[in-house]
């Protein structure tokens, strides 16, 4: 997780939100992934230096931190930009179907795209040079973690192993939080009471809150922003959870929950009246379960809900599921894949998890070789070309 931003009071829709805990800095992708990139050997035999390599292709897929690209060479990229400010890249105006000319250097994981220069370039201004040095020291124990899990993930290692793993990053992200808390907290410029509950839409909604709501809604907020001023995070966080308590019942008059009637009818599933029939007060208990926070009742009907939904969702044919895949099957293999395919969703359905588990084991290795043969190189760009205008990291 890109700590950024660290003071942000969060708008829950639900009454019941979880406080999630960042466990790791960057981009969180533990599958390692080999590149084919040219490398030299330096008189140290223990570095390695990654050369920069230029491609030139079609934009297949745009997001905010990078783009799928098909090189013409035939061989599928994906490029990082986060050596690039987004001002940068809103200049670009990169669209689908262009095509564009990297250089960059090839990368084995997609968390090796976040850097501690790309974090640093985040922080306030004011972290001095001694606190940059404790906080790249402890971002780099974090990459290393990062590895062994990613290691551990590929060993089928125990849930406890990982945990453990988990625990360490969580503890190191800890102390990079007390250093750069403060730094936030000193530039920190709330928004005003007013601001902030503007931002709900509430007056879109037509919602009126009561004026004693209101007074008290704003004295707890004022009460938060100095809480979190001082560093009080234990009674800041109380003080979160008192202002959404009160706040509840217009948020579920904001977000009211889907009817029955409307729910099925987004689900255009091919239910008969006597089981609708049934469904119907199922559902609406779970939604009062939900709402007087009665979980282990929650649980119960939303399972049985769903038990009796899933009765009625056809599986995806083998034909529409393989046409997703971008490279081309050839029939020989899909003569094997397609009954394997079909026993693994009836075994799902039957919820014979281990069995199914057999059947998807045996059509992904069938299926391996081709993931292996379109595997995309991850490229870190240091260099843009588009329509001879070139572009580099600011």
Excluded: C
């Excluded at 046409?323 to 395919?341: T, V």
């Amino acid at each position: 997780m890109k700590p950024k931003g660290e003071i942000n009071m969060r708008k829950p829709i639900k009454k019941t939100w979880m406080l999630a805990s960042a466990l790791t800095i960057g981009m969180a992708v533990l599958t390692p992934l080999q590149a084919g990139a040219e490398e030299v050997k330096t008189t140290d035999s223990s570095i390695t230096v990654k050369l920069e390599q230029k491609i030139t292709g079609t934009i297949q897929y745009l997001n905010g931190d990078g783009m799928n690209l098909k090189g013409i060479d035939g061989k599928n990229y994906y490029v990082n930009f986060y050596k690039f400010s987004p001002e940068q890249i809103e200049k670009m105006n990169l669209v689908e179907g262009q095509e564009i000319s990297v250089e960059g250097s090839v990368v084995e994981s997609y968390s090796d795209f976040y850097t501690f220069e790309v974090y640093k370039r985040d922080l306030p201004k004011e972290v001095t040079k001694e606190d940059l040095t404790k906080l790249e020291k402890m971002f780099n124990d974090i990459k290393k973690l990062e590895k062994e899990v990613s290691a551990e993930l590929d060993k089928n290692a125990t849930d406890e192993v990982i945990d453990k793993k988990y625990e360490e990053m969580n503890k190191v992200y800890e102390e990079m939080h007390k250093i750069t808390k403060p730094y936030y907290l000193a530039i920190w410029q709330p928004q005003t009471y007013e601001e902030y509950m503007q931002d709900f839409g509430f007056k879109e909604k037509n919602i009126v809150i009561k004026e004693n709501d209101n007074i008290q809604l704003k004295a707890i907020y004022t009460e938060w922003v100095k809480l979190e001023k001082s560093g009080d995070e234990e009674k800041a966080s109380d003080k979160l959870e008192e202002f959404y308590k009160t706040l509840q019942p217009y948020l579920d008059e904001l977000y009211p929950p889907l009817t029955f009637e409307e729910l099925i009818k987004e689900l255009e599933l091919d239910i008969p009246a006597e089981t609708l029939a049934k469904l119907k007060p199922i559902y609406e208990n779970a939604l009062k379960a939900d709402k007087e926070e009665d979980v282990e009742l929650s649980d119960k009907l939303w399972q049985e809900f769903h038990k009796i939904i899933s009765e009625f969702i056809k599986p995806v044919t083998f034909e529409e599921y393989i046409s997703d895949y971008e490279f081309k099957i050839s029939e020989e293999d899909k003569k094997q894949l397609k009954p394997l395919y079909e026993e693994a969703v009836a075994l799902d359905k039957k919820e014979e998890t281990e069995k199914a588990q057999e059947k998807w084991d045996e059509f992904f290795k069938i299926l391996d070789p081709y993931f292996i043969a379109n595997k995309e190189t991850l490229i870190s760009a240091s260099k843009l070309t588009i329509n001879g205008q070139e572009y580099l990291p600011q």
